[in-house]
């Protein structure tokens, strides 16, 4: 193998270390039990995941933990702390309240009742993703030009929102991530990077997701995660700089947005903040993403498009 492809096979064994994280986060996690995750020697896997991730193991799982309970905090405000502390893999509700503290410099009852403000702002600045990559390289160009993601507010008219809850299969998607701030480097890395890996493999005309796997109201900037993605068959096998995984099934809360990419976090945060609470439904620890049919509109001239934004639910 060339070193290339030795770094391509790494990051992909990384990334299932990440992804069994964040799904089996209520539970002990061993460092023996991640390095098979990995297929690397358990002797080795804590110096290699700390040069990989830039944080040791420890500190990336109580990150995790925290970031995950800071956001069930609020969305989910019926589930007493205690509850929600043990559901992100906290052993006692002492260990939880001093990383909480540590963490955010509140107790999880002040973040609950009046940090939630700030929260959302945060998570309106932060969610303007705008992944709707044309498809065609002529929208690519006037989708560069046009894109405002976030640069300017407008006024939008509430409207009562329209809410489903799907049942939705579980799927393969072949992905690219980004790392970094949320925002309009999204939408660039979509037209610069995953536009013409996805011309390269055939895989135009197929159901797209961007998945955010972090808060960008809680979670540090330079760590917030996107996975840009699109299905692909059973036997589709990545390479290079891609990956693949299989987003999970299960009921999800849908509700379909067409605008561009400087409103869409208002739409998240209506989703988040006034939706769920009254809905009778919590989430769970699956990821929030945007789904786009086959035939969601995408007008590279405005920078308008469409996605159904999806968050994964159970019954309160």
Same mark, same amino acid.
């Given at each position: 193998?060339?070193?290339?492809?030795?770094?391509?096979?790494?990051a992909?064994?990384m990334?299932?270390?990440i992804?069994?994280i964040?799904?089996?986060?209520?539970?002990?996690?061993? &460092?023996s039990?991640?390095a098979? =995750?990995?297929?690397? @020697?358990?002797?080795? #896997?804590h !110096?290699? +995941?700390? %040069?990989?991730m /830039?944080?040791?193991?420890?500190?990336?799982?109580r990150?995790?933990?925290?970031?995950?309970?800071?956001?069930?905090?609020?969305?989910?405000?019926?589930?007493?702390? &205690?509850?929600?502390?043990?559901? =992100?893999?906290?052993? @006692?509700a002492?260990? #939880?309240? !001093?990383? +909480?503290? %540590?963490?955010? /410099?509140?107790?999880?009852?002040?973040?609950?009742?009046?940090?939630?403000?700030?929260?959302?702002?945060q998570?309106?600045?932060?969610?303007?993703?705008?992944?709707g990559?044309p498809?065609?390289?002529?929208?690519?160009e006037?989708?560069?030009?046009a894109?405002?993601?976030?640069?300017?507010?407008?006024?939008?008219?509430?409207?009562?929102?329209?809410?489903?809850?799907?049942?939705?299969?579980?799927?393969?998607?072949a992905?690219?991530?980004?790392?970094?701030?949320?925002?309009?480097?999204?939408?660039?890395?979509?037209?610069?990077?995953?536009?013409?890996w996805?011309?390269?493999?055939?895989?135009?005309?197929?159901?797209?997701y961007?998945?955010?796997?972090?808060?960008?109201?809680i979670?540090?900037?330079d760590?917030?995660?996107?996975?840009?993605g699109?299905?692909?068959?059973?036997?589709f096998?990545?390479s290079g700089?891609?990956?693949?995984?299989?987003?999970?099934?299960?009921?999800?809360?849908?509700?379909?947005?067409?605008?561009?990419?400087?409103d869409i976090?208002?739409?998240?945060?209506?989703?988040l903040?006034?939706?769920?609470p009254?809905?009778?439904?919590q989430?769970?620890?699956?990821?929030?993403?945007?789904?786009?049919?086959?035939?969601?509109?995408?007008?590279?001239?405005?920078g308008?498009?469409?996605?159904?934004?999806?968050?994964?639910?159970?019954?309160?």
């Amino acid at each position: 193998m060339t070193s290339q492809e030795n770094q391509a096979a790494y990051a992909r064994r990384m990334h299932k270390v990440i992804e069994h994280i964040d799904r089996h986060i209520d539970q002990t996690l061993e &460092l023996s039990t991640l390095a098979e =995750v990995a297929h690397f @020697s358990a002797f080795h #896997f804590h !110096r290699l +995941f700390s %040069a990989w991730m /830039g944080e040791t193991l420890g500190d990336y799982l109580r990150r995790r933990r925290l970031e995950m309970a800071a956001l069930r905090l609020i969305g989910q405000p019926g589930v007493p702390v &205690l509850e929600i502390a043990l559901a =992100v893999g906290f052993g @006692s509700a002492e260990a #939880f309240a !001093r990383a +909480f503290r %540590a963490r955010f /410099g509140c107790t999880a009852s002040e973040w609950r009742q009046g940090q939630a403000d700030r929260w959302a702002a945060q998570l309106a600045a932060g969610r303007n993703s705008n992944p709707g990559q044309p498809h065609r390289k002529q929208d690519q160009e006037n989708k560069r030009s046009a894109d405002h993601h976030g640069n300017s507010q407008t006024d939008m008219t509430e409207i009562p929102m329209k809410v489903k809850i799907v049942q939705r299969q579980a799927a393969k998607i072949a992905y690219m991530r980004y790392i970094g701030p949320y925002g309009h480097p999204i939408a660039e890395f979509w037209v610069e990077t995953v536009s013409p890996w996805m011309e390269t493999n055939n895989l135009f005309g197929r159901p797209r997701y961007g998945i955010s796997h972090d808060d960008p109201g809680i979670a540090s900037s330079d760590k917030c995660r996107y996975d840009a993605g699109v299905e692909v068959p059973d036997d589709f096998v990545a390479s290079g700089k891609s990956f693949t995984t299989t987003v999970p099934g299960g009921s999800y809360a849908v509700t379909r947005y067409s605008g561009t990419g400087r409103d869409i976090g208002a739409t998240w945060t209506r989703l988040l903040r006034d939706w769920l609470p009254a809905s009778g439904m919590q989430l769970d620890t699956r990821p929030f993403f945007e789904y786009y049919p086959v035939d969601a509109a995408c007008d590279g001239k405005t920078g308008t498009f469409e996605c159904d934004l999806c968050i994964p639910v159970t019954p309160l």
